[in-house]
């Protein structure tokens, strides 16, 4: 039995953060069934990467183990349907606009009428309350908004978004996490709840220092590099000769066996940087000496001497190094994937491991509208029924189901 086995969330989701959010669902056993448009899905359908043939990659990676029922909701026996799944499932979740799913006629209000124990869970960029909540939001802006953007880069360079869309991604994993404990609230008292989750808010709990620095001091921080100058020195990335090494310690006792890492015992006792809070003081001064220190070394060598003293280090590994990583392949974190809409290819794995029920890609990523009709007849809708409704173009199906 996988860990979320039982539980069934209708996924109004598209884009990133909620299909993010409902493939980990899905992942560890959650029956998601996607609703899509009738007319062209998700969005996400028409991004890239591509395969020749225009398949794409993005959606099948972030929609495997999922059903798709694809139906025009702004039809009223549309909606009816969508009322029915309401009945039948534990969890919706959604990512509309605020205010959308209610003027639809199937927000909260409507859901919990039908099911007083329903858990609704919707993510926006800016929340259910406030003064931004009817505006749009996507990762970049989110990023800008909170400070996240002017903590990234360099101090004398322009501030910089992430290379990954870690707003969407942190997004989908609180909205996960919120599901997960509502569940368990439900197991616990009966009840169900009504789940609030924003992109800005979940980034501005993610700034980490800035806000803290700021509340204590009244003095702003903004982007230092790769360095924490301010908490942690050494905590950064060193230019080698053939290309850069990140390398940090985090406890004083490390200290010296860094000083060995580096061909400089000696350097253990030096005045300037005998201790965490006289480093970080003379932080330019130590950032020079180490740039020396390291300029003609290659990666590897430096790799090696600081993995003998057990302090952390990596070299700069660019991403298909890591997809053919022994580490990663270990561990399951690379899979292969047969997919229906883009062939086979390779991705990330699931990152919890249960011993005994671990979670698992049993499904690839649906064609559109490909389980409209079971699921239709799995909430009393007859043949003829169902027909009339491709006839009348309020669902979709693929052109040979």
Known sequence: MKPLEGITVLDFTQAYSGPYCAMNLADYGARVIKVERADYGDQSRDWGPYTEDDGSGYFALYNRNKESIAIDLSEPKGKEVIKKLYS????????????????????????KEINPEIIFASITGFGQTGPLRKKTAYDNVVECMCGFMEMTGYPDGPAMRSGASVGDS?????????????CYRKKCTGKGSRLDVSMLDTMFATVEDAVLAYSLTGKPISRTGNAKPREIVPYDVYECADGPVAVGITEESMWPDFCKAVG?????DNKLYATNSLRCEN??????????????????????????????????????????SKHFN???????????????????????????????????????????????ES??????????FIKEEIVTVPENN
Do not use: C, W
């Not at 942190?170 to 509502?182: N, Q």
């Open 170 to 182: 942190y997004t989908g994993l609180t909205m996960f996490l919120a599901i997960v404990l509502a």
């Open 88 to 111: 039948k499932v534990d969890v919706v979740l959604e990512n509309f606009k605020f205010g959308t799913i209610d003027k639809l006629g199937i927000g909260y209000e409507v859901a």
């Open 283 to 324: 932080f330019s001064s130590f950032t020079e000496h180490m740039a020396a220190v390291m300029k003609d070394k290659k990666m590897d060598d430096v790799v090696a001497e600081f993995m003998k003293y057990n302090v952390p280090v990596s070299k700069l590994q660019l991403p298909l190094e890591a997809l053919n």
């Open 379 to 388: 909430i009393g809708y007859s043949d003829s029924e169902i027909n009339d």
């Open 330 to 376: 270990e561990r399951d974190m690379v899979i292969e994937i047969d997919d229906a809409n883009i062939g086979k290819y390779r991705a990330f794995g699931l990152p919890v491991k249960f011993s005994k029920t671990p979670g698992s890609v049993r499904k690839t990523s649906p064609l559109l509208g490909e389980d409209t009709k079971a699921i239709l």
């Open 264 to 268: 400089e015992p000696e350097l253990k």
